[in-house]
């Protein structure tokens, strides 16, 4: 730190080593620092989001989730999954609607929002979602697998098996097909 005491890259670079040592404080204190020395950096936020979901302490990292969904509608996602993971569904769907049209995550962003709507007791909207999308052929894997879920909660295994298995043979680089 004395060569470069106020570069948040700096401080971010110490962090990263700090909590790969397993030095959680002074970890948390060096991304503090970097967050502190330039606020918008996404590299500080989503570090700090890490430290404190993985550190059971979800309620800290929001303000840091939200500044990176304000920077990039991608981000938006992980807030929605943010929101999801503590209920508050109102504010995942608040979150997912207006993404819903992006060309490169709207697909992602309707599955997503789909399933918070089933999980908020709409099933039939979710479902005819999900079943609309797939028609469009957007997101096809995690839609196939999303649909899939929603019959395995409505006890139909013969109805979510074939789409599970189509979802499996689907595009090898897609992380939802594994």
């Known amino acids: 730190m004395e060569l470069a005491p106020t570069s948040a890259v700096t401080h971010l670079a110490l962090a990263n080593f700090l ?8 970890a948390e204190a060096a991304f503090l620092e970097g967050h502190r020395l330039e606020p918008g950096n996404p590299l500080a936020n989503r570090a700090l989001a890490t430290v404190y979901i993985s550190s059971s302490r979800a309620a ?27 209920r508050r569904y109102d504010d995942a769907l608040k979150n997912l609607e207006p993404i819903t049209t992006a060309a490169s995550i709207g697909g992602d962003a309707r599955t997503r929002l789909a399933a918070v709507k089933f999980l908020k007791g709409n099933r039939e909207e979710a479902m005819r979602d999900i079943d609309a999308l797939l028609a469009e052929g957007r ?3 995690a839609a196939l697998l999303t649909k899939a879920k929603f019959l395995m909660t409505e006890s139909k295994p013969q109805e979510a098996l074939p789409l599970a298995e189509r979802a499996s043979l689907g595009d090898p680089r897609d992380i939802n097909a594994h």
């Open 19 to 26: 909590w790969t040592t397993g030095k959680l404080t002074e």
């Open 139 to 141: 997101a096809p894997t």
């Open 60 to 86: 800290e990292a929001e303000p840091f989730l939200r500044a990176l969904a304000e920077r990039e509608p991608a981000d938006r996602l992980a807030l929605a999954d943010y929101y999801v993971m503590l």
